[in-house]
């Protein structure tokens, strides 16, 4: 009677799957430093291929962008109305960009949520960068751009300083702070890197690394200050995330103009912003799983994780973007109405429909568990779900341009030049060639924190091991 | 930075604009009226805009792109939907002179990053060029969208020689990447007030005319001094019922309620544009009652 | 103030030095005190680090102080000058407009926070500097390393100690 007890245990236990782990916590700390510090190796020629070709788009960009600087805006085919066009557009699209780097390190830190571990660096990168980007354009859609700095509340011999109740002014001390900050923890959370890479370096590299280290020791004081200094900028940085981008929703959201006069527009930016992070992270991790070999630390587990909070903040989005349609729909102003209408069914209707679809439809995919695994399908989904968001800013811009508040105003048939979308392109080649050149600089996976993670679950799953019964007789 | 000024004088530093009777005290408050029912859409308006502000011809290619130059502007509205059975179809077209309207509560004036616009004592929206960075913010938010931006460096294209020998002295010539819209011809204005101080007395009504107003042929455009009550553009605002400070005038109100009954008013046809959005123009249009075939 | 000695010792992993502090606790050697018992991880491992006595950290005050002097700097700067600088009257807002003032205050209340936090963990960190180059490249690797500073006669009688409890590798300087 025993024995065919237990047989029929064994039998479950063998139709039980253990679940996929995150991380194997086998792996040693000498191996971490080992496959992270590989990444920092002289680079293969792909490598080189793509830089220049990045390069080369910045150029096309930098191209565009002098001969406007010389001619005027006018080449852009600007008009009035539409005097904003792709500019602001992009702006805000890279300032969303940099919000996921924010999400992972930041928020994720604070709930505990230990996955975020080895991906959490090359997203804060991944913020730091994207606003560097999103400054060009501030700078690449001013009419003279020269004298930009009267943005700055400089010391100055007129007695004029900038206009505190414009929100431009609120965006540009946002944008600076939110600058700031994270490069400031993005570079904090580095030093115990920093110093790996100092032990290991050699020659110029080395002073490089040992100047940059700060002196880390790894010594019980300084982990139990970094450790508080990390966890305060990381509350600090949070609630300055969330207000940039409303700032930056107050751009439109003050204004009067139908289509942009809606309290939602705060939370609806800002959750626009997550869901483009978060998508343009799975891009990079595919692609830096693939390049650096990093398999063992960007698990699938892990993807799938970040997908399923891309779904959850899809789905946030979503609702907010419905509730906006929903708020104008029954809402009292006739003009806004028609502004939404003209949305859906004039000049730009493919666009709204495309951005509806690819923001609401398209992050389904993420719900598979089977599409979710495969590689391709989510470097695809990905690049579609950041597609949809690039049009989405498009969308807020130029139909209220096109269909405001006077009639005689209304155009139709306005789009972007070959000027702007060069400008644009090489934003793209500007943001590729400094993500480039930190990967190759700097560690892409935070190794310390990996170790953390190795460590800890290790260390748990042999106490959990120790307190199971013992199957011995 | 005085802390002191900032307590002593706080609660004038906290008040809102526009206020009821704002105007009460200040010698000059400039404004406004246009009879659509005189206007024939002649465009000698336009054209002595263009003449009296250097303004610059873009040519046909860009103004049909959109980037004209013309601070006052002739729109033409022909009924929502109507087909004209005439034989000239343009023909029936309402004409409707619009330029800034010198909104009291500009919505241009607290969007400007650097703080190139504000409003004057005399109750002009200002624009200082070489303060603009060319953001082109407040033209995003004017519901009207009477502000032009340079699009292109007009000094070294659009007055050709000797055509330069034509500017105005008295008026910037704006180079690429500055935003401008109709002062009111600030720079007569300007004039005729140091005139006046100097003789020891104000702007008598009219003694200065806008360029526009100057030139109307069938006297369509008013212009003057609100603050003053005997000025005939104050008169007009009161004989219309159109006070400066309010959103939605009493009259309005009601209007409404004879409307219901059957009753209209024909002589008080004087509105302001988009009210309802609380910009508190300067301009009063009085409404054309002559019909269409005329 | 004796001339005092470094002995470094490496150990495998965190069991090891947890056990190997509280035997350094106590015992009763003359010449160091617990104070001058550095511990060095390639991780943070505060369970371990508790074994050296408490360590209070000030960080956060600090950040309190960024946070109110930022924010009040800013908003009596910002309102001022527009007080007092050429006044532009504007539609609609009054020359000193509380909501604008508020939200640059908010973002400087973030960044002056976060400039006197990190400047407190830097100066934090020089402050308590150990005075000494004896390090090992292994410890950013996967050793824990615990540093002791006492006199030289001391030294021996640590010696054995970390001996007892499986030092990888011991090593000194002056």
Not at chain 1, 299 to 325: D, G, H, Q, R
Request: neutral net charge; glycine residues 6%; contains cysteine.
């Amino acid at each position: 009677m025993i024995e065919a007890h237990e047989e029929k245990d064994v039998a479950i236990e063998q139709r039980f799957e253990p679940k996929a782990k995150d991380i194997d916590d086998e792996i040693s700390w000498a191996q971490i430093n080992v496959d992270v510090l590989r990444s920092l190796e002289r680079p293969r020629p792909l490598y080189w291929i793509i830089f220049f070709a990045s390069l080369a788009l910045f150029m096309w960009g930098g191209y565009c962008e002098v001969y406007q600087y010389n001619t005027g805006l006018g080449v852009a085919d600007l008009d009035n109305p539409q005097v904003w066009g792709l500019y602001i557009a992009t702006f805000i699209f890279w300032i969303g960009m940099s919000h996921s780097g924010t999400l992972l390190s930041a928020i994720l830190l604070i709930m505990h949520a230990d996955w975020r571990k080895p991906i959490y660096r090359f997203a804060e990168a991944m913020t730091t960068f994207s606003l560097m980007t999103a400054g060009l354009f501030v700078l690449v859609h001013l009419g003279r751009v020269w004298q930009f700095y009267y943005v700055v509340a400089y010391p100055s011999e007129r007695w004029a300083w900038p206009n505190f109740s414009s929100p431009l002014v609120w965006d540009a001390t946002a944008i600076g702070s939110y600058l700031t900050t994270s490069v400031i923890f993005l570079f904090f959370g580095m030093i115990p890197d920093l110093a790996i890479c100092r032990d290991n370096a050699t020659g110029f590299r080395r002073t490089f690394y040992r100047v940059l280290s700060m002196g880390w020791r790894g010594t019980d004081r300084q982990w139990s200050n970094f450790r508080v200094t990390y966890l305060t900028l990381a509350c600090l940085l949070i609630p300055l995330a969330v207000s940039v981008h409303s700032i930056v929703a107050t751009d439109f959201a003050v204004s009067q103009q139908p289509g942009w006069h809606t309290t939602s527009f705060p939370p609806y930016f800002v959750a626009g912003a997550l869901y483009s992070g978060c998508a343009a992270i799975i891009t990079l991790f595919i692609v830096l799983r693939y390049t650096f070999r990093f398999e063992h630390y960007m698990t699938i587990p892990i993807l799938e994780k970040l997908c399923k909070l891309t779904f959850a903040i899809s789905m946030v989005w979503t609702y907010l973007n419905l509730i906006e349609y929903a708020a104008v729909w029954y809402g009292t102003d006739p003009v806004a109405k028609q502004t939404l209408i003209f949305r859906a069914t004039g000049t730009y209707a493919g666009w709204w429909w495309a951005m509806n679809i690819l923001g609401s439809v398209v992050p389904f995919t993420l719900t598979w568990k089977r599409l979710r695994t495969n590689i391709p399908i989510m470097l695809v989904v990905s690049l579609l779900l950041n597609l949809g968001m690039w049009i989405e800013r498009f969308m807020i811009v130029t139909p209220t341009f096109a269909h405001g508040y006077y009639p005689w105003t209304w155009t139709q048939g306005w789009w972007p030049n070959w000027v702007q979308v060069g400008i644009i392109l090489g934003s793209f080649g500007w943001f590729n060639m400094l993500f480039m050149l930190f990967c190759k600089i700097f560690p892409s996976v935070s190794m310390y924190e990996v170790k953390e993670m190795v460590y800890h679950r290790r260390e748990a799953r042999k106490s959990l091991s120790s307190m199971r019964p013992s199957t011995d007789p | 930075m005085s802390l002191d000024n900032l307590s002593s004088n706080w609660s004038k530093l906290r008040t809102r604009r526009p206020q009821p009777d704002q105007y009460q005290e200040a010698p000059y408050k400039w404004a406004m009226v246009i009879d659509l029912d005189a206007c024939t859409g002649c465009n000698a308006c336009t054209t002595a805009c263009y003449a009296e502000n250097n303004l610059p011809v873009v040519g046909k290619e860009r103004f049909s792109k959109g980037q004209a130059m013309h601070w006052l502007r002739i729109e033409r509205y022909w009924g929502e939907g109507t087909e004209s059975t005439q034989e000239f179809p343009e023909q029936g077209a309402q004409f409707l002179p619009m330029m800034c309207q010198q909104c009291e509560a500009a919505p241009c004036e607290i969007v400007c990053p650097v703080g190139a616009t504000h409003h004057t004592p005399d109750g002009l929206n200002s624009q200082v060029y070489n303060r603009c960075i060319g953001s082109r913010y407040c033209s995003a938010n004017c519901p009207y969208k009477v502000r032009y931006f340079n699009w292109f460096n007009y000094p070294e294209s659009a007055w050709p020689s000797p055509l330069e020998l034509q500017l105005n002295p008295d008026v910037t010539v704006r180079s690429k990447g500055v935003m401008e819209k109709c002062t009111f011809c600030v720079q007569r204005l300007t004039e005729a007030k140091s005139r006046a101080r100097t003789e020891k007395r104000l702007v008598k009504d009219g003694e200065v005319l806008t360029a526009c107003a100057q030139a109307c042929p069938t006297s369509a455009i008013h212009f003057g001094n609100l603050a003053d009550s005997s000025s005939a553009v104050a008169k007009m605002w009161k004989a219309q019922q159109v006070e400066l400070s309010a959103d939605k005038q009493k009259k309005d109100e009601e209007r409404e309620k004879d409307e219901a009954l059957g009753k209209t008013d024909e002589a008080l046809r004087g509105y302001r544009i988009l009210e309802d959005l609380r910009t508190y123009p300067s301009v009063v249009y009085l409404e054309r009652i002559r019909s269409s075939e005329a | 103030m004796k001339k005092k000695s470094y002995i470094l010792a490496l150990f495998a992993d965190f069991h090891e030095a947890t056990k190997t502090l509280a035997a350094l606790r106590e015992s009763s050697i003359p010449g160091f005190r617990m104070r001058d018992v550095t511990l060095k991880s390639p991780i943070d491992h505060p369970e371990c680090a508790e074994e050296l006595g408490s360590r209070p950290v000030y960080i956060q005050i600090f950040s309190l102080l960024g946070a109110v002097l930022g924010s009040s700097l800013i908003f009596l700067g910002i309102s001022s000058a527009q007080a007092n600088f050429l006044r532009q009257p504007r539609g609609f807002f009054p020359i000193v407009p509380i909501p604008p003032n508020m939200v640059i205050t908010y973002e400087l209340f973030i960044l002056g926070s976060v400039f006197f936090t990190i400047t407190a963990c830097l100066i934090m960190w020089r402050i308590h500097r150990v005075k000494t180059n004896l390090y090992d490249v292994q410890i950013s690797l996967d050793k824990i390393g615990i540093l002791v500073e006492a006199e030289p006669q001391a030294i021996a009688r640590l010696r054995e100690i970390f001996t007892l409890h499986h030092a990888l590798e011991i090593s000194e300087s002056d």
